[in-house]
Each structure stands twice: as C-alpha cells, then as structure tokens.
C-alpha cells in the first residue's frame, strides 16, 4: 500500500493483483471496451422505481468493489494502482423503453455496453434503470472486467434485488458484504514470495516437465497445419490463431429445462462437478474434430472463491489455466469425467499463481513460437444464479441478457451459467467474427450436446463408443 495525492489529498492505494494485470494488459493491445461487461436484469413486475434506486445506492455501500477507482503511480506511470471511494452519489439514470420493439431496446444496450471506460480517476460501472414492453422492468449493469467478475455481477444484482424486496416487501436485509480491500491485501501478501507462491510455483514448473501438448482447433486441424506450413515445422504441435480484427459477437443456446434438469441430475448421482461435465464435452468435441485425438488442451478459468471472504467480497478473481487431458478411448464416459476432475482439482489448488507467469513459463519450456498457442476454446462454468437468494423472495418471472460489448481479445470463449427463471443451462460462445461463424457455432453446439447426452445416458459407454456415435 502506498498514499498517492489525489485530487489534493493523501489516498491510500493499492496495486494491482494478477487477475487485474491481466485485464489491464488485455486493454492496451485490444479495443478499450474490451473489458466491458453488460448484463440485464429484468422482472415481471411494477417495479417502483424510487425505491429501486434506493436499493442500488444501498447496494453501492455494500459493494465496495463497485467503488473502485485506478490512479498511474506519480513516480512510474507504468505502474497502475487501485482505490475505493468512500460513496456513490452519481445520479442512477431511468429509460423507458416500454413503448419500443424489444429486440431494438436490447440493441440500444448493446450499444451502451460498446462505449468504453475512462480507466483513471472515473467510475468503472454503469447502471441504468430500464423499463421494457410486456411488463418487465427492472436495470441494465455494465462493469469494467478489472472491477468485477461474473460473480461479483450475480451477487450485486441479487443484492440490489433482496434489497428492493426488504425495501417493499418487508423481507429481510441481504447479509453484508465482506471487505474487498481485507481480501485484496491477502492477495497481495500471498504475491510476497510467501511459502504458498513458492509451493504452486513448484506445480507449474513440474507440470510443464511433461512431454509437449496438442493444439486441436474447434472447427478441425487447419490452424496448425497452417502454422506448420508457415514456420516451415510439420512436427510443430501449436499454432497460431487469427486475431488481426477483434470484432465480436455472443451466440447464446439455452438448453430446456428437461435436459438442463438431467445433466444436473447426472452430476448429483456420479458426485461430479457439472464443470468436470462440461469440460468432458468440450474435450470430446475437439478429439472428434482433430481426428480422435487423445490429447486435448482447453483453458480453465477458475473463479477462485472458495472461502467465505472470497466469495462475499467482490472484485474481479477469475484465474485462466491451460487444462490438458490425455485421455484413452477406452475409457468410459464417467471414468473420462473423473480423470478431469482431479486434473482440474490440481488446478484449483494452485489456482492463485498468476496466469500470466504461467503462461510465460509454458511458452520458454516448449520453446513455443510466438503468436502460437495449444488451446483453441476457453470455458467458464458459473454456478450462481439468482435460485440461490433467499427463499422467501417472491415468486417473480426474470428475464436475464448478456449484451456483447462488439469486440474479443481471443477468438472463442464459452461461458455456461445457469438461467435465472428456471435454473436451466444458458451457452454464452463469444466469439471473433472474422475467426468463426454462427453456422460454425451452431455446429459446435449440436455436437457438444450429442456428447453430453449419450454419455449421461450410459455412462460406462467408453470414449471411443462415443466419438462413433457422434
């Protein structure tokens, strides 16, 4: 921690973790707005506005992450430093689309979600309270990805949300928040070459001791045959991935609720994470694009909030990892989905080391060309949803949206969260449209559900069964 004057005044300051590193290098090679996040959320109801803007001040107290604010250090302007303010008293804006064409009022937001943050000094977070056709009202969030997460998200919306409810219908207050600069200090102690930095510095180190991965592209080979061809290599076992126009856009596929229920149900009958699920499709998928490859590499990113001041604090902790599974086809389905499990239980363990070391030290000891990579998709599971507020919430129909913000620094990721209307399965593929299409998107989907379904109807169906099936 140091104090940096600001606007006149000594503010205490703290830098930057590695989740935020990240993102902030992310920025300047990539569009601003490539850290915006825009979410809606909206509910059936007569929503009284007033109170709901009550509501989101309230929320801002609680949420100091929300409060969020990065100076450049005076004395090295390289270095990038982060502060709270103590309160919010920016105007919360209103629009009343309720007289427009929905899909219009959406596209209206995703063009405010394509609008970038002034990154120092100013507020990182916008909300606007929206009033839509057909009865829904309710606000539109965009936050700036070094400020919060998807989880952060979830929590402030179902904060604003238990606090209108109390407001309005006398239920009881949502418990505090924990403190983000208590958790962000643990963060930073654990970055001091403290023993536990050492320890997950020795896993990486050891896991890249092993023979050299695979890259295995979504849509097939012709990544690296072309990367071969290129660097004049046909023993090269990475490539190189488009990435000259960064425009994007987001393909959502919700699963029904039937099917949705029965890959739920699976997880709780076999003890197995619905990640570990998850992960098995998508690995399966590419093994079947690449000629049943059996090794297969996808990055994991891994929320990071398994403790209670982790989980309750806020901010941005969303870690990204390379998961390689060599996998053979004669195992069966849930044998394949135990082996990720514990591979991916490694990865949690040592899940605090920074990404962006981990990477670098991949790269010197595969001796890896640069601009090339063994990982063509990425995959986020996000277990919260707005079920899990109280229960003594009423019983109000939501509507939730992800609006692009028109830009993506890597050519697919897949962000699989659950709806909050029926706790059904959303898959949220951003993607670089110069890189992939919505036919290839679609392409991709139809065949990670076939996996998924005919191995959760016989698990002991093995692998290779599976990828003739499919």
Same mark, same amino acid.
């Given at each position: 921690?140091?104090?940096?004057?600001?606007?006149?005044?000594?503010?205490?300051?703290?830098?930057?973790?590695?989740?935020?590193?990240?993102?902030?290098?992310?920025?300047?090679?990539? *569009?601003?707005?490539?850290?915006?996040?825009?979410?809606?959320?909206?509910?059936?109801?007569?929503?009284?506005?007033?109170?709901?803007?009550?509501?989101?001040?309230?929320?801002?107290?609680?949420?100091?992450?929300?409060?969020?604010?990065?100076?450049?250090?005076?004395?090295?302007?390289?270095?990038?430093?982060?502060?709270?303010?103590?309160?919010?008293?920016?105007?919360?804006?209103?629009?009343?689309?309720?007289?427009?064409?929905?899909?219009?009022?959406?596209?209206?937001?995703?063009?405010?979600?394509?609008?970038?943050?002034? *990154?120092?000094?100013?507020?990182?977070?916008?909300?606007?309270?929206?009033?839509?056709?057909?009865?829904?009202?309710?606000?539109?969030?965009?936050?700036?990805?070094?400020?919060?997460?998807?989880?952060?998200?979830?929590?402030?919306?179902?904060?604003?949300?238990?606090?209108?409810?109390?407001?309005?219908?006398?239920?009881?207050? *949502?418990?505090?928040?924990?403190?983000?600069?208590?958790?962000?200090?643990?963060?930073?102690?654990?970055?001091?070459?403290?023993?536990?930095?050492?320890?997950?510095?020795?896993?990486?180190?050891?896991?890249?001791?092993?023979?050299?991965?695979?890259?295995?592209?979504?849509?097939?080979?012709?990544?690296?045959?072309?990367?071969?061809?290129?660097?004049?290599?046909?023993?090269?076992?990475?490539?190189?991935?488009?990435?000259?126009?960064?425009?994007?856009?987001?393909?959502?596929?919700?699963?029904?609720?039937?099917?949705?229920?029965? +890959?739920?149900?699976?997880?709780?009958?076999?003890?197995?994470?619905?990640?570990?699920?998850?992960?098995?499709? +998508?690995?399966?998928? +590419?093994?079947?694009?690449?000629?049943?490859?059996?090794?297969?590499?996808?990055?994991?990113?891994?929320?990071?909030?398994?403790?209670?001041?982790?989980?309750?604090?806020?901010?941005?902790?969303?870690?990204?990892?390379?998961?390689?599974?060599?996998?053979?086809?004669?195992?069966?389905?849930?044998?394949?989905?135990?082996?990720?499990?514990?591979?991916?239980?490694?990865?949690?363990?040592?899940?605090?080391?920074? *990404?962006?070391?981990?990477?670098?030290?991949?790269?010197?000891?595969?001796?890896?060309?640069?601009?090339?990579?063994?990982?063509?998709?990425?995959?986020?599971?996000?277990?919260?949803?707005?079920?899990?507020?109280?229960?003594?919430?009423?019983?109000?129909?939501?509507?939730?949206?992800?609006?692009?913000?028109?830009?993506?620094?890597?050519?697919?990721? +897949?962000?699989?969260?659950?709806?909050?209307?029926?706790?059904?399965?959303?898959?949220?593929?951003?993607?670089?449209?110069?890189?992939?299409?919505?036919?290839?998107?679609?392409?991709?989907?139809?065949?990670?559900?076939?996996?998924?379904?005919?191995?959760?109807?016989?698990?002991?169906?093995?692998?290779?069964?599976?990828?003739?099936?499919?």
């Amino acid at each position: 921690m140091k104090e940096i004057i600001i606007n006149g005044a000594p503010v205490k300051c703290w830098p930057l973790t590695p989740a935020q590193r990240l993102h902030y290098f992310t920025m300047l090679f990539s *569009p601003p707005q490539v850290l915006n996040i825009g979410t809606g959320l909206y509910v059936k109801e007569d929503v009284d506005f007033d109170l709901l803007k009550k509501a989101i001040y309230m929320a801002y107290e609680r949420f100091d992450s929300m409060r969020i604010r990065f100076v450049k250090d005076p004395e090295n302007e390289q270095n990038v430093y982060q502060y709270l303010v103590p309160f919010e008293d920016r105007d919360i804006e209103f629009r009343d689309f309720s007289d427009w064409n929905e899909e219009d009022a959406h596209e209206e937001m995703r063009r405010w979600t394509a609008v970038p943050f002034e *990154p120092f000094g100013k507020p990182l977070n916008r909300i606007v309270m929206i009033k839509l056709p057909n009865g829904y009202n309710g606000t539109y969030l965009n936050v700036n990805h070094m400020t919060m997460d998807s989880s952060s998200l979830i929590g402030f919306d179902r904060c604003v949300l238990e606090i209108y409810c109390s407001l309005r219908y006398g239920m009881d207050m *949502p418990a505090p928040m924990h403190s983000y600069i208590k958790q962000l200090e643990k963060d930073l102690a654990y970055e001091d070459n403290s023993p536990a930095k050492q320890k997950d510095e020795k896993f990486w180190a050891e896991k890249f001791s092993e023979s050299e991965p695979m890259f295995t592209g979504f849509t097939g080979p012709e990544y690296l045959m072309t990367t071969r061809r290129e660097l004049n290599n046909p023993e090269l076992r990475s490539a190189a991935m488009p990435h000259s126009d960064p425009a994007a856009a987001i393909s959502v596929f919700n699963l029904e609720t039937e099917p949705s229920m029965r +890959l739920i149900k699976f997880c709780e009958l076999n003890n197995v994470p619905m990640a570990s699920l998850l992960a098995m499709g +998508l690995r399966t998928v +590419l093994s079947k694009f690449n000629g049943n490859e059996k090794d297969v590499s996808i990055i994991n990113c891994v929320a990071r909030r398994g403790t209670l001041s982790e989980k309750y604090s806020g901010g941005t902790r969303i870690h990204f990892f390379p998961l390689r599974t060599i996998l053979d086809p004669e195992l069966t389905f849930i044998e394949g989905i135990k082996a990720i499990q514990a591979e991916q239980n490694k990865l949690y363990r040592h899940a605090n080391y920074d *990404p962006i070391a981990v990477r670098m030290s991949q790269g010197q000891a595969y001796n890896v060309p640069q601009g090339t990579c063994y990982e063509s998709i990425s995959l986020t599971y996000q277990p919260l949803t707005l079920n899990s507020a109280s229960k003594e919430m009423p019983d109000i129909p939501y509507k939730s949206m992800w609006y692009t913000n028109g830009v993506a620094s890597h050519a697919l990721y +897949l962000t699989v969260m659950h709806r909050p209307e029926d706790n059904g399965l959303g898959f949220n593929f951003e993607y670089q449209k110069a890189v992939v299409t919505k036919e290839e998107m679609d392409y991709f989907y139809y065949y990670l559900c076939r996996v998924l379904f005919r191995g959760i109807e016989d698990e002991t169906r093995t692998i290779g069964q599976i990828l003739e099936m499919i």
